[in-house]
Nanobody
Framework: QVQLVDSGGGLVQAGGSLRLSCAAS????????MGWFRQAPGKEREFVTA????????LYADSVKGRFTVSRDNAKNAVYLQMNSLKPEDTAVYYC?????????????????WGQGTQVTVSS
C-alpha cells in the first residue's frame, strides 16, 4: 500500500501562483509514476501532469503546459506541482496519485493510489 497526502491548496487571484505538495509513505518503491489530476464541480476528474520516479520524465495536459511544473524529491518521497499564471478555470480539487505501472500514464484507471485532494480556487 502507498499512502498519499496532498497539501498546499488555497485561494489565489488570477495570475497568481500556488505550490502543491504530495507526501508519500508506505511501499513507495512500487510507485513508478506519480500524477496530478483535478476535478472541477460537475466535471469528470481530468489529468494534469505525470512524472516518473526513475528519470523524472514528465507529461502535461495541453491546458497547463507552460504554466505548471511537476517535480519530485525521491529522498523525501514527495512530489510537487508548481502552478503559475493561474486562471479561474484552474479551480478544482487537485489529487495526487501513484501508479505501479512503468511509463507516463494519463488515465485515471492506471493509478492505484490517491490522495485526499486539496482545493484550489482561482478568483477573477
Amino acid at each position: 500500500q502507498v499512502q498519499l497526502v496532498d497539501s498546499g491548496g488555497g485561494l489565489v487571484q488570477a495570475g497568481g501562483s500556488l505550490r502543491l505538495s504530495c507526501a508519500a509513505s508506505g511501499r513507495t518503491f512500487s510507485a513508478n509514476t506519480m500524477g496530478w489530476f483535478r476535478q472541477a464541480p460537475g466535471k469528470e476528474r481530468e489529468f494534469v501532469t505525470a512524472i516518473m520516479r526513475s528519470d523524472g520524465s514528465t507529461l502535461y495536459a495541453d491546458s497547463v503546459k507552460g504554466r505548471f511544473t511537476v517535480s519530485r524529491d525521491n529522498a523525501k518521497n514527495a512530489v510537487y506541482l508548481q502552478m503559475n499564471s493561474l486562471k479561474p478555470e484552474d479551480t478544482a480539487v487537485y489529487y495526487c496519485a501513484a501508479s505501479v505501472l512503468v511509463g507516463l500514464r494519463w488515465r485515471n484507471d492506471e493509478y492505484k493510489y490517491w490522495g485526499q485532494g486539496t482545493q484550489v480556487t482561482v478568483s477573477s
